[in-house]
């Protein structure tokens, strides 16, 4: 190896340059946007390799449908104050509101996507001892306690027809719970996933839904003046899982989607050419498992208390946050966008540097029911 790879190497292995600056410096082709979430995962570096990040698949726990994923017909949101919520999105992402009838909020997403909005979450108690902060308001400052949840998503597949379909997912053990719209020629079925979320999966597809134009409102002013953007496509949901790898293989073998390498905490998917989602969380795998509960008998042996990320495991599948690809995208305009309408804007370029000239450019901020909401450049696959 030359002097030059074996630095680069060095540099890879103390975690000072991600896994994409790695392979662009040694000139391997890197795809964007997996190299970005490989930079947010937690098996970089020095631990790329060991067994705790044990990178092997799992195996899929059923036969494969055939089935390709091709719309996001919609998210199921949960929040404290859906009307404030819906009226937040209508002004900053220009998300159209097609109804509220007075429980939940139902909103266009771009003119490829849906999110229905319902009222009534209960936040659960801080834990006893723990200091209380502020609620998330119109995202100012940083993020207090969360007053929403995504509780489940609704995707629209191909081939479609619903006996077969049907059939199709109790063959596999899945319990569909059939929901069906006949007024508006809608059909769809309720499956849970490893983690306990809510998958809905429909026949919904673009040429038969949203054909008429959304003119709905809510009781809640808008929060600010709105802002000249589009939303135009799904740069990545974050979804967390108490078995990463599991749930990768069942939306794979589900749905069609797409997993890239896996990096030991978490896998990029594909999600037909919707867009994608960063599927993290623990390493189930049994190496994984296996140097864990070595790792804790030498911590206890020693009287060492344990290393790791902290923190109670995660028990059930949960979206931590989405990010949307907007346009018109420039960096500098949209910060003063969002400091102009007193909002929060947390620089996100992946690990890869500077947002004025990293490939991937992005800003989270918080809603008002103090969700993480991230606006990106990424408006296509890349």
Not at 81 to 88: L, R, S, T, V, W
């Amino acid at each position: 190896m030359n002097t030059e790879s074996s630095r680069l190497f060095e540099a890879f292995d103390r975690g000072s340059i991600s896994r994409r600056q790695l392979l662009v410096a040694l000139g391997v082709a890197a795809v964007v946007r997996p190299a970005t979430a490989l930079a947010q995962g937690q098996c970089g570096g020095a631990r790329a390799g060991t067994p705790q990040c044990d990178p092997t698949p799992a195996k899929p726990p059923f036969a494969s449908t055939g089935w390709r994923t091709v719309l996001l017909d919609h998210f199921t949101v949960q929040v404290a104050d859906y009307q404030a919520e819906a009226a937040y999105y209508a002004a900053l992402m220009n998300w159209k509101i097609r109804s509220d009838d007075g429980t939940k909020a139902v909103l266009d997403v771009g003119d490829w996507g849906g999110i229905v909005i319902r009222g009534g979450y209960q936040p659960p108690a801080p834990p006893a001892g723990a200091a209380g902060a502020a609620a998330g308001g119109r995202g100012g400052g940083g993020r207090g306690p969360s007053r929403a949840q995504f509780t489940g998503f609704c995707w629209g597949i191909d081939p479609w027809n619903a006996k077969t379909v049907e059939a199709e997912l109790k063959k596999r053990g899945l319990n569909p719970v059939a929901d069906h719209d006949p007024k508006n020629k809608f059909e769809s079925f309720h499956v849970v996933d490893p983690g306990g979320f809510d998958v809905q999966i429909s026949n919904g597809s673009r040429k038969t839904r949203r054909l008429t134009p959304a003119a709905g409102k809510v009781a809640a002013a808008s929060p600010f003046e709105a802002t000249p953007w589009k939303t135009v496509y799904l740069d990545h949901i974050s979804f967390e899982s108490p078995d990463y790898k599991a749930t990768v293989a069942f939306y794979q073998a589900l749905l069609g989607w797409k997993p890239d390498t896996d990096e030991g905490s978490q896998n990029n998917v594909e999600i037909g050419d919707i867009g994608e989602a960063i599927i993290r969380g623990t390493n189930m795998s049994p190496v994984a498992v296996e140097a864990r509960a070595k790792a804790a008998a030498d911590a206890a042996a020693s009287g060492a208390a344990p290393t790791g990320r902290g923190g109670a495991p995660r028990t059930r599948n949960a979206i931590g946050h989405i990010s949307f690809g907007i346009t018109p995208w420039d960096p500098d305009a949209v910060k003063a966008e969002l400091d102009k309408r007193g909002l929060n804007a947390r620089v996100d370029t992946g690990g890869s540097g500077d947002i004025h000239t990293a490939k991937y450019q992005s800003y989270h901020t918080t809603t008002p029911n103090g969700f993480d909401l991230q606006i990106s450049n990424v408006i296509k696959r890349t």
